[in-house]
T-cell receptor
Framework: NAGVTQTPKFQVLKTGQSMTLQCAQD?????MSWYRQDPGMGLRLIHY???????DQGEVPNGYNVSRSTTEDFPLRLLSAAPSQTSVYFC??????????????FGSGTRLTVV | TQLLEQSPQFLSIQEGENLTVYCNSS?????LQWYRQEPGEGPVLLVT?????EVKKLKRLTFQFGDARKDSSLHITAAQTGDTGLYLC?????????????FGKGTLLTVNP
């Protein structure tokens, strides 16, 4: 029961570099999402996907790209890293509609520092 | 935009004390969920409530959903050091946003021995 797996756990980037944060789930969940967590700001939604081939923007999408080629994988790409993207990033998935009570399963996070 | 306000933001108590954490909104939610997050880890789902007025108990934790489905509370009885963590409430909606969750900013609870 791996759940949601995120890699890497820690990463340091230089300003302007690009990288991909990996997220994989083995629960056959259709819905996946990416959040960033910053002190005093809570969890903010970056991008989400309701199924393979379907993605959409959350509240803070600028500077990030996503794709969903399979049900299992939902990578997050930083195009040109900026210090403002220093944060802890969480991937989450859910089996069903939150409105009827389905909850999220979160990965353990990626702590990213941009210098 | 639906917002969830949590209070207090920080709470430090002694082991054995009782406490209540609040989650309030001006919007109606179809469900209200509570998560606990420990340092270096992702949030973990504790409970989901979906009916106005619903009360759920999980050992020493009692969760309540307001009658109007705009607020919720988490009560911990006889807190233990293992209860230390960040408690997050999150609201779920029906309709077009029915896979999304709106999160509060959290209550950081420290239980001292």
């Amino acid at each position: 029961n791996a759940g949601v797996t995120q890699t890497p756990k820690f990463q340091v980037l230089k300003t302007g570099q690009s990288m991909t944060l990996q997220c994989a789930q083995d629960m056959n969940h259709e819905y996946m999402s990416w959040y960033r967590q910053d002190p005093g700001m809570g969890l903010r939604l970056i991008h989400y996907s309701v199924g393979a081939g379907i993605t959409d923007q959350g509240e803070v999408p600028n500077g990030y790209n996503v794709s969903r080629s399979t049900t299992e994988d939902f990578p997050l790409r930083l195009l040109s890293a900026a210090p403002s993207q220093t944060s802890v990033y969480f991937c989450a998935s859910t089996k069903g509609k939150t409105g009827v009570g389905y909850g999220y399963t979160f990965g353990s996070g990626t702590r990213l520092t941009v210098v | 935009t639906q917002l969830l306000e949590q209070s207090p933001q920080f709470l430090s108590i002694q082991e054995g004390e009782n406490l209540t954490v609040y989650c309030n909104s001006s919007s109606v939610f179809s469900s209200l969920q509570w998560y606990r997050q420990e340092p270096g880890e992702g949030p973990v789902l504790l409970v989901t409530v979906v009916t106005g007025g619903e009360v759920k108990k999980l050992k020493r934790l009692t969760f309540q959903f307001g009658d109007a489905r705009k607020d919720s509370s988490l009560h911990i009885t006889a807190a233990q050091t293992g209860d230390t963590g960040l408690y997050l409430c999150a609201g779920g909606l029906s309709g077009g946003s029915n896979y999304k969750l709106t999160f509060g900013k959290g209550t950081l609870l420290t239980v001292n021995p």
